[in-house]
């Protein structure tokens, strides 16, 4: 009892047919490359089973719907309509999951975690999809996305800098640049939808650090590369922010705010129009220009990976830190496992407006803890807890059963 009937559909046609649940569970993960279409779906199931030939991997499914189930169900994935619908005992198709793929450093399959996108849908009967699939097809019909990066790296952008320290050039405040940039992630635009910067930039972070994750465990795992987000993809051309990006915006709208205050400084005379087209061409040349901060790479390079789904990594000269550790040197020898290079945000103001959380009460809560770890620290090193050195504790991990709970 292991074969269900497979439905696909998208805003154009429909296909069937009769798969291992297993091909259905790896459809399943394939989503995470958030495809429109049903061709687009084809290749984002590269993404976890090796093709072994340029054809589809539905090339023998048939056209239309069939929603009557194979012996162990029916599973129903409707790209128009973002919904998945499934009446199997096969498995329980979920917004999160893990998916297997084959390891070719082992005889062991493993399995990678994947996590879809929030606007999916998951039912689990064929009449409830039934019930959803128009209102969520016309919906998704109707909405048509504005182009945000235009927005958060175009005119809009540069103008608001300009403006702002126009009005400020005078000023000695030390907090000036922090404020123009909060301010401007915090205002709500119309031509975001009456969305503010910083909720489009969060959105969908948590989403595709996830899909980043889970490539990087699958390279570690097989020892191959997973294949990137096609450059025609939708998924590529209307991609969310993850946090290498987050982090880069953040660096380049400083350097914008610190060139343009540096410009209207120097010259009284630089005008607002002259000084939106000097950000233009800064702009263009900080994005295609080697970076020290980020390790010689190009914020545009960084940018264009994440925007792929494809983890940057660091060479075994670059992870090495102690050039005269003998143990380092035979690492960097030996050790052939990818070793994945991240942007975590810690240079970063430690404000609201520039932190990764959704909310105040979040932003808030995440301090007091910090706060209280703090004070509990500062109590236990007064009483001389870690007055010895770790190998001299009088802590034993192996006795202690709250630790070792």
């Not at 279409?37 to 539905?58: G, M, N």
């Not at 599973?75 to 893990?98: H, K, M, Q, T, W």
């Not at 031509?191 to 990087?216: C, V």
């Amino acid at each position: 009892m292991s074969s269900i009937r497979l439905n696909i559909t998208d805003a154009g046609q429909a296909i069937n047919g009769e798969v291992h649940g297993s091909f259905g569970d790896t459809v399943m993960a394939a989503l995470t490359a958030e495809p429109e279409t049903i061709d687009e779906l084809s290749l984002a199931f590269a993404r976890f089973v090796k093709p072994l030939s340029a054809t589809s991997p539905f090339v023998w499914f048939q056209k239309g719907e069939n929603f009557e189930p194979d012996d162990a169900g029916v599973v129903v994935i409707d790209l128009a309509a973002r919904v998945v619908a499934a009446d199997s005992s096969y498995s329980e198709p979920s917004a999160e999951g893990n998916v297997r793929v084959e390891d070719d450093l082992s005889v062991d399959d493993v399995l990678i975690p994947y996590r879809l996108s929030d606007d999916w849908l998951c039912v689990y009967s064929i009449p409830e999809y039934e019930g959803v699939r128009a209102k969520r097809r016309d919906e998704r019909a109707a909405f048509k996305p504005p182009d945000v990066r235009e927005v958060l790296y175009g005119g809009a952008l540069l103008e608001f800098i300009a403006r702002e320290l126009f009005v400020a050039r005078d000023s000695d405040d030390e907090e000036l640049f922090a404020e123009i940039h909060a301010k401007w992630l915090m205002t709500a635009r119309a031509d975001l939808r009456g969305q503010t910067p910083r909720e489009i930039l969060l959105a969908k972070r948590d989403f595709i650090d996830s899909d980043l994750h889970s490539r990087s465990l699958q390279w570690s795992f097989t020892g191959a590369c997973p294949p990137p987000l096609p450059l025609n993809s939708n998924a590529y051309a209307r991609a969310g922010f993850g946090t290498h990006e987050i982090v880069v915006y953040y660096e380049l709208v400083r350097c914008l705010l610190e060139e343009c205050f540096a410009r209207l400084r120097a010259d009284a005379e630089f005008s607002l129009n002259a000084a939106v087209e000097h950000l233009g061409q800064f702009k263009a040349a900080w994005l295609g220009a080697p970076n020290r901060d980020f390790s010689g790479r190009t914020p545009s390079h960084i940018i264009e990976w994440e925007r792929r789904r494809m983890n940057l990594t660091m060479s075994a000269t670059e992870y090495v830190i102690d050039e005269d550790c003998d143990c380092c040197q035979a690492m960097m020898t030996d050790f052939d496992t990818p070793t994945f290079w991240h942007l975590d945000g810690c240079n970063m103001d430690d404000r609201f407006e520039f932190s990764f959380h959704m909310t105040r009460a979040e932003f808030a809560a995440e301090r007091k803890r910090w706060e209280e770890f703090n004070q509990e620290f500062d109590r236990d090193w007064k009483a001389g807890k870690y007055a010895h050195p770790f190998d001299e504790a009088p802590t034993r991990f192996d006795e202690d059963e709250d630790l070792i709970q």
